[in-house]
Nanobody, 122 residues
Framework: QVQLVESGGGLAQPGGSLRLSCAASGRTFSSYDMGWFRQASGKEREFVASITWNGFATYYEDSVKGRFTISRDNAKNTMYLQMNILKPEDTAVYYC???????????????WGKGTLVTVSS
């Protein structure tokens, strides 16, 4: 089973940037399509972005297109989310996980990291 640890969250001003990391344990990380999800207070968890196992394809939720960039380094077992032009509505706990179906399905996936909190506020 893959273990996932998210990091890089914090406080950012509107218009600012943050880079999230997702460190995965296990040698099978490079075999999985992976995704970033987020959950704002009082709301359900939602899809943000995904990347195929080889990094050749990416997919984004409409509200983050052009602002967020997902990437991965399989040699380091790490996935990233570069977040630019941050908005207050991006405030949430961000999670990474493997996908069970492209581009955003997590059906049957029962392991998630603890997440990293992103707060966008002036």
């Amino acid at each position: 089973q893959v273990q996932l640890v998210e990091s890089g969250g914090g406080l950012a001003q509107p218009g600012g940037s943050l880079r999230l990391s997702c460190a995965a344990s296990g040698r099978t990380f490079s075999s999985y399509d992976m995704g970033w999800f987020r959950q704002a207070s009082g709301k359900e968890r939602e899809f943000v972005a995904s990347i195929t196992w080889n990094g050749f394809a990416t997919y984004y939720e409409d509200s983050v297109k052009g602002r967020f960039t997902i990437s991965r380094d399989n040699a380091k077992n790490t996935m990233y989310l570069q977040m630019n032009i941050l908005k207050p509505e991006d405030t949430a706990v961000y999670y990474c996980t493997r996908l069970s179906g492209w581009p955003s399905s997590t059906y049957g996936i029962n392991y998630w990291g603890k997440g990293t909190l992103v707060t966008v506020s002036s």
